[in-house]
T-cell receptor, first 112, second 116 residues
Framework: GQQLNQSPQSMFIQEGEDVSMNCTSSSIFNTWLWYKQDPGEGPVLLIALYKAGELTSNGRLTAQFGITRKDSFLNISASIPSDVGIYFCAGQYNFGNEKLTFGTGTRLTIIP | GAVVSQHPSWVICKSGTSVKIECRSLDFQATTMFWYRQFPKQSLMLMATSNEGSKATYEQGVEKDKFLINHASLTLSTLTVTSAHPEDSSFYIC????????????FGQGTRLTVV
């Protein structure tokens, strides 16, 4: 099945640093979603984007829906230990009960 | 937020046996649920779309006779891995959406299947 390309694949940062990751697709999506997955758990929704060019924040997280509808990025400011995990972007073509296409994931590790 | 529950959280079975995994939407009705499979250090790959009252729609390459999906009610979908083999060992995750303006899908906590 199709996957979205996420970069970087992994990040090793120190606590307090800012984080930036992005997601690109060869096809357009009408909704972009960002999820975080902890080990052995299902993904948890962080931010949802519904409009091209939209910039949305959720606490220390900020995400943008690319103007071409083929990309999105997620920023995390002032990282803390609980930010450790795997971040996935997901694209959805239609609203509601429409399947998601997931990105390859970015694994975030915080170095003590 | 909406809650989706999976059961069991983990299961170990012998090769050749069948295993059933349940996915329930606890506080909303879901006409559509999705089943994903995730191998270690990999992303979620959609296996099938489960539709209440009708046959599931399987993604290319997913064997419908091996992964039986039943969506008998608006709050329950089941995935049965038939004649399981070690290569079926994986993390299986379901998701559901309330629909009606809700665009976000809510995920269950996942089921770790180990076939020995």
């Amino acid at each position: 099945g199709q996957q979205l390309n996420q970069s970087p694949q992994s990040m090793f940062i120190q606590e307090g640093e800012d984080v930036s990751m992005n997601c690109t697709s060869s096809s357009i999506f009408n909704t972009w979603l960002w999820y975080k997955q902890d080990p052995g758990e299902g993904p948890v929704l962080l931010i949802a984007l519904y409009k091209a060019g939209e910039l949305t924040s959720n606490g220390r997280l900020t995400a943008q829906f690319g103007i071409t509808r083929k990309d999105s990025f997620l920023n995390i400011s002032a990282s803390i230990p609980s930010d450790v995990g795997i971040y996935f972007c997901a694209g959805q073509y239609n609203f509601g009960n429409e399947k998601l296409t997931f990105g390859t994931g970015t694994r975030l590790t915080i170095i003590p | 937020g909406a809650v989706v529950s999976q059961h069991p959280s983990w299961v170990i079975c012998k090769s050749g046996t069948s295993v059933k995994i349940e996915c329930r939407s606890l506080d909303f009705q879901a006409t559509t649920m999705f089943w994903y499979r995730q191998f270690p250090k990999q992303s979620l790959m959609l296996m099938a779309t489960s539709n209440e009252g009708s046959k599931a729609t399987y993604e290319q390459g997913v064997e419908k006779d091996k992964f039986l999906i039943n969506h008998a009610s608006l709050t329950l979908s089941t995935l049965t891995v038939t004649s399981a083999h070690p290569e079926d060992s994986s993390f299986y995750i379901c998701s559901a959406s309330p629909g009606r303006g809700f665009t976000e899908a809510f995920f269950g906590q996942g089921t770790r299947l180990t076939v020995v």
